[in-house]
């Protein structure tokens, strides 16, 4: 489980600690985006044990020889409880990372502590566990998952076992292997993790960190890079996703991590795109708008909590794949809630300051509701609850936001001439007149494509443009050095403004 | 922050009917006929034109458009993300361009953009690209300037206006409209009755400045740039009121309104391909008059439209 609060608590001690850490965070990220560009964007995490919070800070790095003399203690030991305690000295040990090289170069350790896993002990069980825990959250490439990888087979099996703390255990442990190369994710997939992934979320239900375990090692084995073709299918087959669906409800004693580790399993079974009608017949699509549409209750209401985002994005994500599954009227029922679309427009606006990607996500959403052949009863509903006003006020943003409402604004413009009217009289056209002086010559053109589906489509839209002072624009519009924006505002003066746009032959002789 | 519409259909807890299938479904479908012309033809060019359609977006993990998401989950993932002011870039107002072939110039706000397009591109000249702060004063600049009658005719009768607007009086020469100003209307008598004001920065490349003022001139020292073209040389040397010089650039129209070739017009700064701008309603714009990728547009004297004529100038950077 994810002891935020714990860290929050360790970042607010001093302020000098603050900066550094923001220093260190900034840093990291730049790290992360050039890891994804890269295709190498992987993560593992380390439980911490409850005694590791209390002796924060107080520990030493023991030295090699010492870390040797504990291991040797726990391979020739007989006397279990003094083993334990060997075995908890070296966990504590491998905390720090030197630790870790130390120990592998040991002959057969890695057998050992898989003995000690399959023991007779439970504590000794625990401990051995935790040691192999360490070893797979390693920063060095040498304590790989090849190396652990005499390990996995057990760690699976103890997956449909009835300890929580010890499956978690296993858990994130699998789940830090997963990322580490192809082969490893086939020899776990051979080895049966996805039926014990099955059945582990079911015994362990009631139990939601062991929950959220299974929804880190699962978004690990699955948005790893290359993931063979055998993975996904293994997975939608396997009947996980009913169990990954119940999990998504917002339930405010435990937080939001298992919520959240599901949801990031939901959108890389649907952005793979493997077998989306597959999810949506088991509900996928009603599960996440419901969701949605709860969530957007909360930030209608401003109690964002922290790390809402981070449900809301795959939530998003996972939406926006699963709508070009098939014709939207077979979606649709899957799709009544016309809340769904409030939603869609109270992010963007909740979240524009904080998450501008978060915005962007959501009205790209927008754009796969109101972008098919039978998208009208959405655009439709869009009007009717008033909420194309929200999208309006969004065009000043950049970061892809406002292209992205220019082009539902687009959608919603194709329907018809009822749509154009109603989108007028939303204020469409003197919010035109400013996209039209913007700098981004995207944002230009796409306003000039909606503006000639709107005054195409009735000429008194093409009179209320020029009564909102929009011809002059137009008009120095002509003169930009893109040709793809000169042609298009040539076309809107010559068709849509004939009565308006006189050559002055007069002005000089 | 949230309109409280939005609010209202979130948060309301009794059971509205809410359902899609429920709301009314407006008409879809365009009227077939258009006021203006056939609209078959009309949509036929209006298609070659315009290309939006409308389509889903499939987006696959790895795309950068997740790229934001992605590093936050991961963030999170390495306990890195709790952090109380935290630096994740934020949505940005879009900056405004101005359009005008050879100016973009970027602004922050629309009202900056506005002022301008407003100064420096309305009421502009098409003869010699000076833009005038308003619709009469440029009539009358044309009128004194670039009007062959209007000089035969001033031998004769009382041709300068007053330039204050609802005087009406007319003066056989400048000097005395000027004198009229400074005694009647107060004007102080170093207003630039003579001489432009040069307002714009001094990345604009000047013309060749033959030194024929008064003694009113008022110069920046703008640095001159070589190789300017000659053709300049038969406009009129003496600035106007108020006027705000545009760099003349060779490409505009000689004094008869002819195109001329155009020659590129060296800078010590970013080479900037402008030329005047030309509007051909019906053909294509670009006719190329160098080996350069630039295009140039030049706009026929007799051209002009109602709200101010657009010319190209010379002035690129940023104003803020």
């Known amino acids: 489980m994810w002891r935020l609060n714990a860290v929050r608590h360790k970042v607010g001690r001093q302020g000098s600690d603050l900066e550094e850490f923001k220093f260190k965070r900034r840093a990291h990220e730049k790290e992360l985006r050039r890891a994804r560009k890269d295709s190498q964007l992987v993560s593992k995490r380390l439980l911490l044990n409850d005694d590791d919070e209390e002796e924060d800070g107080t520990m030493d790095t023991l030295a090699s020889d010492q870390v040797v003399e504990l291991f040797k203690m726990v391979r020739h030991g007989r006397d279990l409880v003094k083993k334990e305690a060997d075995l908890r000295a070296l966990r504590k040990a491998l905390r720090s990372p030197s630790a870790h090289l130390i120990l592998i170069k040991q002959p057969n350790s890695i057998a050992i502590l898989v003995t000690n896993l399959c023991g007779p002990n439970p504590q000794c069980r625990l401990e051995a566990a935790r040691c192999l825990h360490e070893l797979s959250h390693s920063p060095h490439s040498e304590v ?366 | 922050m949230l309109p409280p519409e939005l609010i209202q259909l979130l948060t309301a807890s009794d059971l509205v009917d809410l359902r899609i299938d429920a709301i009314p479904k407006l008409q879809v479908g365009f009227r077939p006929e258009s006021l203006f012309s056939s609209f078959t033809s009309q949509d036929g060019e209006a298609k070659l034109t315009f290309t939006f359609i409308p389509h889903q977006i499939p987006l696959n993990k790895d795309h950068e458009f997740f790229e934001d998401g992605d590093i936050h989950r991961h963030l999170y993932l390495q306990n890195l993300s709790t952090c109380p002011a935290y630096d994740s870039p934020t949505a940005r107002q879009c900056e405004f361009r101005c359009h005008i072939s050879g100016c973009s110039q970027v602004f922050s706000t629309v009202e900056d953009y506005e002022h301008h397009y407003n100064t420096l591109h309305r009421h502009v000249c098409s003869s010699c690209q000076r833009s005038l702060p308003s619709a009469r004063l440029l009539d009358i600049h044309i009128q004194e300037w670039h009007d062959s009658l209007f000089s035969i005719l001033a031998e004769r009768q009382d041709m300068y206006q007053c330039l204050v607007e609802g005087c009406g009086l007319k003066y056989r020469t400048r000097e005395q409209r000027k004198d009229h100003m400074i005694k009647i209307h107060k004007y102080p008598s170093d207003f630039m009755f003579d001489k432009a004001k040069r307002i714009k920065n001094i990345k604009i490349a000047k013309k060749n400045m033959l030194q024929k003022g008064t003694s009113m001139e008022v110069s920046m020292s703008v640095s001159e740039p070589k190789g300017v073209c000659e053709v300049l040389s038969d406009q009129p040397e003496e600035e106007e009121y108020m006027e705000i010089n545009h760099s003349l650039e060779p490409g505009i129209l000689d004094p008869a309104g002819n195109p001329i070739n155009t020659v590129e017009l060296s800078t010590d700064h970013d080479t900037a391909p402008i030329l005047s701008v030309t509007i051909q309603p019906t053909t294509n714009q670009q006719r190329p008059q160098h080996n350069r990728e630039r295009h140039s547009y030049r706009v026929p004297r007799t051209v002009c439209f109602g709200q101010g004529s657009v010319q190209g100038f010379r002035g690129r950077g940023r104003r803020i």
């Open chain 1, 144 to 509: 790989d998952s090849l190396r652990l990888r005499q390990a996995t087979p057990y760690l699976i099996t103890f997956l449909s076992g009835q300890s929580p703390k010890f499956t978690e255990l296993c858990l994130y442990t699998l789940g830090n292997m997963c990322p580490d190369s192809e082969n490893v994710r086939d020899m776990l997939l051979a080895q049966g993790i996805i039926p014990a992934l099955n059945n582990c979320i079911q015994i362990h239900r009631t139990n939601l960190a062991v929950v959220e375990a299974v929804g880190f090692t699962l978004s690990q084995l699955i948005s790893a890079n290359y993931v063979t073709g055998r993975i996904i299918p293994a997975v939608l087959a396997s009947g996980l996703i009913p169990h990954l669906l119940s999990v998504l409800t917002l339930d405010s004693q435990f937080g939001l991590g298992p919520v959240i580790e599901c949801a990031w399993c939901l959108h890389y079974l649907a952005c793979s795109n493997v077998d989306n009608g597959a999810l949506v017949a088991q509900g996928t699509l009603l599960r996440c708008t419901s969701l949605l549409v709860t969530l957007g209750g909360v930030v209608a209401k401003g109690s964002i909590e922290e790390g809402m985002e981070l449900l809301i994005w795959p939530l998003l994500r996972c939406v926006g794949n699963l709508l070009l599954s098939g014709p939207l009227g077979a979606l649709q029922p899957q799709l009544n809630d016309s809340r769904l679309l409030a939603a869609l427009c109270a992010f963007p606006q909740a979240f524009l300051q904080t998450h501008p990607a978060l915005a962007r996500e959501s009205v790209w959403v927008l754009n796969n509701l109101t972008a098919a052949a039978d998208s009208s009863m959405f655009c439709s509903a869009l009007f009717y609850l008033n909420l194309v006003p929200a999208l309006i006020q969004l065009l000043p943003f950049s970061h892809g936001i406002n292209i992205m409402v220019l082009r539902v604004l687009g959608n919603i413009a194709h329907q018809g001439r009822e749509y154009c009217l109603h989108l007028a009289q939303a204020g469409l056209l003197p919010a035109l007149c400013a996209t039209l002086k913007m700098a981004d010559p995207e944002v230009v053109t796409f306003s000039l494509e909606v503006l000639d589906q709107l005054m195409a489509s009735d000429p008194q839209l093409a009179e209320e443009f020029v009564r909102q002072s929009g011809l002059p624009v137009l008009e120095a519009i002509q003169y930009s050095n893109q040709e793809t924006i000169r042609l298009r505002a040539t076309h809107l003066l010559e068709h849509h403004l004939p009565p308006h746009c006189t050559v002055d032959t007069s002005a000089s002789p």
